[in-house]
């Protein structure tokens, strides 16, 4: 599996979360910068963000691919949409959670969002 985080880095402990829930082992991990300019239009900027992980059309189409998105909510939301149209398909996705009481902040793996499952389900209550 690759994983390609548009976020912040993730922890060992959270890569060893998220291997758990697969049940397969990240392979390499593709760290992507998501810092954004807010004055210039969002699109562009998210493209060359997806352009940074230096995959090819064929890598997008056919290798695993996990997608730790952008914090930002417009980033993440325009970044699904490129990406569906790389992959065509809806990639799965890393939902991270605060844990509770941590001391100093911390963030745990909550689940991984298989978001092409879930268009598929809304698909057929059309």
Do not use: K
């Amino acid at each position: 599996m690759i994983l390609v985080n548009f976020s912040h880095p993730l922890s060992a402990d959270q890569i060893e979360q998220l291997e758990t829930l697969l049940g397969a082992p990240i392979e390499r991990v593709i760290e992507v910068h998501s810092q954004i300019e807010p004055g210039q239009p969002l699109g562009p900027q998210v493209s060359a963000m997806a352009d940074q992980a230096g995959l090819s059309a064929e890598e997008w189409q056919n290798a695993p691919l996990l997608i730790n998105p952008p914090s930002l909510n417009f980033s993440a939301v325009l970044l699904i949409a490129e990406l569906y149209g790389r992959m065509g398909y809806f990639p799965a996705c890393v939902r991270l959670r605060a844990v509770n009481g941590a001391i100093p902040p911390r963030f745990e793996v909550a689940e991984v969002l298989n978001l092409q499952s879930q268009r598929d389900a809304a698909g057929r209550e059309r």
